[in-house]
């Protein structure tokens, strides 16, 4: 089954009013047909030393709970 991009969008934006609080954003780049979810972090978030546990335990945790089917995310510059 085939992850919608605007399903995507729709969780990211869950994420987006904690990262924008810090100064920072999230832009999808990507949807895998293997379920991976591609992103860029923004502002803040982009150059921060925790931006991979942002990813991890904010981005991804959301992703995956309301698409079960994502299998992970990854990050691009």
């Known amino acids: 089954m085939a992850i919608e991009r ?4 729709k969780a990211l934006d869950k ?3 904690v990262l924008r ?3 920072g954003d999230v832009e999808l780049v990507d949807v895998t047909d293997e379920g991976m979810v591609i992103v860029r972090l923004k502002g803040a978030c ?3 030393p925790m931006a991979t546990m942002t990813l991890k ?3 991804e945790r959301v992703l995956k709970k309301e698409l079960p089917d994502i299998k992970g995310v ?3 510059q």
């Open 6 to 9: 605007d399903q995507v969008e």
């Open 57 to 59: 335990s904010l981005i």
């Open 74 to 76: 990854q990050q691009v």
């Open 46 to 48: 982009g150059g921060c």
């Open 15 to 17: 994420t987006r009013s």
């Open 21 to 23: 609080g810090d100064g």
